[in-house]
């Protein structure tokens, strides 16, 4: 699934007890769920909450590299070695 960005500013009220509810149109667009974990980082005076996916959802993603057959035996071959040491 390719995300892309929404294109409009939304501002929002802190609930009385400081939640934050995005609107639905923004749960939809990132398939956020009820009871789903976030994450939230406070970066200078900017708050950035992203989603937090699961082991599952990111071991299911195909792979950003790619490592040839040759590469990937020298590799092993070598943490192999750091590990007997």
Do not use: C
């Not at 960005?5 to 995005?22: D, N, Q």
């Not at 992203?50 to 590799?75: C, D, F, G």
Request: proline residues 5%; without cysteine; charged residues 30%.
């Amino acid at each position: 699934m390719k995300m892309t960005t929404i294109e409009k500013t939304i501002i929002l009220k802190i609930g009385t007890k400081g939640e934050i509810f995005p609107p639905k149109e923004v749960r939809e667009k990132l398939g956020l769920l009820k009871n789903q974990p976030i994450i939230m980082t406070v970066h200078g005076d900017q708050l950035i909450i992203r989603k937090l996916h699961s082991t599952e959802s990111l071991l299911n993603q195909p792979a950003k590299v790619t490592i040839s057959q040759h590469a990937w035996k020298q590799l092993r071959h070598e943490l192999n070695e750091e590990l007997e040491k």
